[in-house]
């Protein structure tokens, strides 16, 4: 008797994640590395630069005997190691450390920032995005026109302008001769905080939209020399149509990754912002803490600049993903 034993291979394996789910886990992987590479050279980069945060904490009066025991209190006499290692435990636990000069937790001084940086972000983002791109796909259907033409002139000048000549220009028209905007501070609040924020988003914008504009120009008249424009016209499609289903529809992957772009580009770039119009947010507060020498201050604002660059960037890996079948495919078939 003879036993016929015939094995079968399922294709569904349950226990695998699927590959997206495993492009996500090796960003989150990736990211966690990458933040503990930034906390390594945040502290080393801070702790290289020559004095030390005492003299801003005890003032120009300090005595030695007064120095040596603010080093003393705030664990500065450590070995470096042994600082890294404390700060790295606290981190993991959710506690940025105490602001050596403001007295009081990092996360509270970031927080209090942020409540001015985040609105000056998202309005500067979706405007600059938003009209940028509408402009582009404008001047990409009438390449040529004078429309497209003041545009190209206007991108040419909003892109080579610096920001603090923007901002001084639109302060000098809008804020000294019509009176119409103040021009320093965050306001009190309410309506008052707005009109305090719409000069620094336009002069944001400007200098962003020029950019943007440029680079959907250049993508949707790609988009539009294809021969699957030329077909879909042959056919007797509306120009909306075709824009909705075919230009868009095979632009979003690049249009996306350039929003992801502009916003980090802007969470480093507003410094220059709100230096000029005097708002105490995210970058005011990285540079009174270099200037003072308040490492707690400068470590945690550049982690958490750090850990926002991470999050937009695995969010912008995401979204191609998701609206892109090819890039799927292309995942699916090297898992």
Known sequence: ???DITTTETTDKPWLISPLARMILQRLVAAVVVLFVVTILIFAFIHAAPGGPEQAIGGREATPELLESIREENHLNDPLWQQYTTFVTNLLHGDLGTSYTRREPVSTSIATAAGVTLP???????????I????????ARRQGSRA????????VVGASSPVFATGVLLSYVFGVKLGWLPTLGSGDGGMDTVKHLILPVLTTTIVLMASTTRFARVRFGQVLEEDQVTFARSRGLSSRYIVKTVVLKNSGV???????????????????VEQVYGLQGIGTLLITGITMRDIPIVQG???????????????????????????????????
């Open 120 to 130: 000056l972000l998202l309005a500067t983002w979706v405007l600059s995005t938003v």
């Open 132 to 139: 940028g791109g509408a402009l582009g796909l404008y001047t």
């Open 301 to 335: 604002v550049t982690l958490v600049i750090a850990l926002m660059v991470v999050v937009i960037n695995l969010v912008v890996d995401v979204l191609c993903f998701v609206i892109d079948p090819r890039l799927r495919k292309g995942l699916e078939a090297t898992s």
């Open 148 to 155: 497209d033409r003041a545009v190209i002139g206007f991108t």
């Open 254 to 272: 690049q249009m996306i990754t350039l929003a992801g772009a502009v916003l980090v580009a802007m969470t480093g770039g507003l410094v220059v």
């Open 1 to 3: 008797m003879s036993l």
